[in-house]
């Protein structure tokens, strides 16, 4: 095979997937599995993810190594694989073709007739899933990928018909210049990933790039509550949908929003103008509310009717890891949230404090020593919402130490702060000292949920 285009493979195609125990690359295997493709894959540890891959007879290697590489036509990788990863060095020297996540999900898209794309720095995966559920509550039978677990469809995927797909869209590392969506969703646009983003501007540059991919036929919907996001799509020849929480001359916006009697978020959304529906979400913050319109504007261009999306949209828990509530310990309640990055700790810890009397916990690890480095003060700034900050060692995710920052810098910069380098001992401190009444968020894309699981038990 000379060319790295899934058209050119035939149907029983053998793809061999490297990083498969990840939550976008699982989601793929199990597409491609259904397509009919051969699948196997290899991933560090042995994960309940990797579990349910070999459970539905997808052989995956645990540990990284040449041997794993048994003749594939294609061997596909995540953005996080370094180059001198032992499979793909084997793979390139016996001329096996190389494909990374997105550009194989890019070639699978076509099989659909509607992809629907979900962008942003923040809110992806809270508004893809949202979105799931109002496709699902129309009876239009969608194929969801969504970067969290969420409950009703039972993990991360769902494969459904081939006329609508929903997918989180990635910015990282350009990944989603691979993708030509029907309708594309665009969250908001903030500095991050500054590993590979040199700054605000090149990542506002990305996402140009990427809103001109959108097809004609279909249309751009972005929150006009962010600066960088409108920037974004000025002077982009496509049919731009606005919505928001501030402004009327907004597509979609929502009023009167409150928390009502039954400890849920109320509001009224608005369309074009005029009153469409009421709303109840199970899900808190501002935050919330504009992944929910954001999700509300695709289905009603869609043609989906308001009461269909009020089912979908109300039913909404929230995902696996996204304040998550685990259990309730000594009379303080534990939640897990993968907040890492300074605007979503301080949107999640916001929101925290207007539940509660008790103390709000923050159990922090930082994620990634780039992302540490380039946003300490903001990281200091969010986490001193909290009424008690305890830090853990950065997770180093794809990077490796260079000496150059640690925990404790960003501990030096808070009041009510303790660097515990230890899970273990995280525990112990917490179960000394929290109160009843309290709130203990693990927060961080890393292992940190690990001490939330200890906790409860």
Known sequence: MKENKLTALPKDAYIHMVGIGGISMSALAHMLKFFGYRVTGSDRTETDIVKRLTASGIDVCIGHCPEAICDPDLVCYTAAIPEDNPELVKAKSLGIPVMERAELLGQLMKLYKFPIAVAGTHGKTTTTSMLSLVLLEASLDPTILVGGELSQIGGNYKIGAKDY????????????????????????????H???FTD????????KSFAR??????????????????????????RIVKYGLVGRNNDFYAENVH?????????DVFEHGEFSIKLELAVHGEHNVRNALAAFATARELGIEPQAIKRGLEAFGGTKRRFEKLGEVGGFTVIDDYAHHPTEIKSTLTTAKTLTKGDVWCIFQPHTYSRTKAFLNDFAEALSIADRVVLADVYPAREKYDGTIHSCDLAALMNNCAFINDFDAIKRYVLDRAKPGDLVFTMGAGDIYKVGKELVK
């Open 194 to 196: 500054l590993d590979y």
């Open 213 to 238: 991919l959108n097809s004609p036929d279909g249309c751009i919907i972005v929150c006009s509550d962010d600066k960088n996001t409108l920037t974004v799509v000025q002077n982009i020849e496509k």
């Open 200 to 207: 605000i501007s090149h990542i506002i540059t990305a996402f």
């Open 259 to 267: 928390l009502n009697a039954l400890g849920k978020t109320e509001l």
């Open 165 to 192: 797909l929903v997918f989180e869209a990635c910015e990282y590392v350009e990944s989603f210049l691979h993708f030509n969506p029907y309708i594309s969703i665009i969250t908001n646009v903030e500095e991050d």
